[in-house]
């Protein structure tokens, strides 16, 4: 079991950053790939960053390559999301996500949704 609470999000005009946090508990981060997520008001959840439990495979939603970075510091049981160059059609709930390591890295299955544990997100709005 593992515990996901996410922060750093707020107001920001376009074309400006924020810095979003998960910090996860009750087991070792590193055991897990992780994720966040977004859910714009009326549309479905979508996928926006992976990383895996060490760190050294990151995959990005198109709509994310090039503005966002996601990393992880495992003795920080941490996970981040930079987002630069933001934009009115990034505000979402921003979700982070865990999937257990035994589940393995496969594109397909992290850009789907499927993951065994998720924050209660955190509400990034860009204003133009």
């Known amino acids: ?3 996901l609470v996410e922060s ?3 107001l920001v005009q376009a074309g400006g950053s924020l810095r979003l946090s998960c910090a996860a508990s009750g087991r070792t981060s590193s055991d ?3 994720a966040w997520l977004r859910q714009a008001p009326g549309k479905e959840r979508e996928f926006v960053a992976a990383i895996s439990w060490g760190g050294w495979n990151t995959y990005l939603a198109d709509s994310a390559k ?3 970075t996601i990393s992880r510091d495992n003795a920080k049981n941490t996970v981040y999301l ?3 160059s933001l934009k009115p059609e990034d ?3 921003y979700y982070c996500a865990a999937s257990p390591r035994s589940a393995g890295w496969y594109i397909q299955k992290l850009a789907s ?3 065994d544990y998720w924050g209660q997100g ?3 709005t860009v204003s133009s």
């Open 1 to 3: 079991q593992v515990q």
């Open 82 to 84: 930079q987002m630069n």
């Open 122 to 124: 955190t509400q990034v």
């Open 91 to 93: 505000t979402a709930v």
């Open 32 to 34: 897990y790939a992780m």
């Open 113 to 115: 949704g499927d993951y």
């Open 66 to 68: 090039g503005r966002f």
């Open 8 to 10: 750093g999000g707020g």
